[in-house]
């Protein structure tokens, strides 16, 4: 798998990533036998958040795997507790501890929570320190770019967001192509949901290229230049989800496709719970 996008410094970030969000930890070693799956099946870009509460295994699956680090791409977030300008320096020195490294690939913060305009500026010292190869945001609207953008000496690189054939996301991405900023999706797969992948449109694409719905949907988003990071723990998925460099979708399935898009999203609206000062508190409490 090679295909890369270019950040606008010039970093090649390659397109087809792997999501560890939610992938089983436990005794019987799933997380691990996942990880060395997706290695070995090609996969080098992983992306985790510190609230995933994985970074730690996926370090050391990163370490036994004995390919050298440089060949990886590796992203984290800082959680909307640890916003602010020294909290997100000491998040990410976490993270990177770890994660078992000195610098990450990416370093986004996760949601436009309480103080994010002063994490974004411990961002930018992390990227100017040459800590952090690529600097960005997930979950950010335009109102959270604009205000973003105002304060900042670097804008955000990558913004990642939920993006599936049913919620593509037309005027975050405009923007977002206007600003240079690169377009990361999460839940590309649109977190398994039935009504993607029982879609008549999808399963008639998937049948003409001998392909499955699962390839055509990523295929999708390769095409309109957006990154993607699906997540599976099934040896046979992790395999197929990366095999979707060998057919072409045509301008038509692309315009079929295109028109799925039903303008509601399968998940958390960005405006919610986990941005609320007096939820943000409450977390602070519980977690470590
Ligand atoms: P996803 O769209 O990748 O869907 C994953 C689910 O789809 C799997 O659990 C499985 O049920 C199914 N699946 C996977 N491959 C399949 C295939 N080939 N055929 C049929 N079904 C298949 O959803 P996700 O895991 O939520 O998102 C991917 C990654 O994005 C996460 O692992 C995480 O790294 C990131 N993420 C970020 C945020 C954020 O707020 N920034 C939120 C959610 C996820």
């Known amino acids: 798998m090679s295909l890369s996008v270019e950040a606008i410094?010039?970093?090649?970030?390659?397109q087809l990533g792997f999501g560890v969000y939610n992938v089983k930890q436990g005794k019987d070693g799933v997380f691990e036998k996942t990880i060395s799956e997706a290695?070995?099946?090609g996969y080098r870009h992983f992306d985790t958040a510190r609230i995933y509460g994985n970074?730690?295994?996926l370090g050391r699956e990163i370490q036994n795997s004995g390919i050298a680090r440089e060949d990886f791409f590796l992203t984290s977030k800082v959680w909307t507790t640890d916003?602010?300008?020294a909290q997100t320096q000491r998040a990410f020195e976490k993270s990177c501890k770890k994660l078992n490294t000195n610098y990450l690939d990416m370093y986004l913060i996760h949601f436009a929570g309480p103080h994010y305009v002063e994490a974004w500026k411990a961002m930018e010292k992390l990227y100017t320190e040459g800590k952090v190869r690529v600097i960005g945001v997930a979950n950010f609207e335009i109102e959270h770019l604009e205000h973003l953008m105002k304060h900042a000496k670097?804008?955000?690189m990558v913004n990642q967001i939920e993006t599936h054939p049913e919620?593509?996301?037309h005027r975050l991405r405009e923007y977002m192509l206007h600003h240079q900023i690169l377009h990361e999706a999460w839940g590309p797969l649109g977190q398994g949901n039935k009504s993607l992948f029982e879609n008549e449109v999808l399963k008639s694409i998937a049948r003409h290229h001998q392909k499955t719905v699962g390839q055509v949907i990523?295929?999708?988003h390769l095409n309109r230049d957006t990154i993607v990071i699906p997540k599976s723990s099934n040896p046979k998925r992790i395999k197929e989800n990366i095999d979707i460099l060998d057919f072409h979708l045509s301008d038509e399935e692309m315009d079929r496709i295109g028109e799925m898009d039903t303008g509601k999203r399968y998940s958390v609206n960005p405006k919610g719970y986990n941005v609320n000062p007096i939820v943000v508190s409450l977390m602070k409490l519980f977690l470590k």
């Open 9 to 14: 410094n010039g970093v090649e970030i390659p």
């Open 39 to 41: 290695i070995k099946t």
């Open 55 to 57: 970074e730690e295994a």
């Open 83 to 85: 916003l602010g300008y």
């Open 154 to 156: 670097i804008a955000p």
């Open 167 to 169: 919620f593509q996301q």
């Open 218 to 220: 990523l295929r999708w």
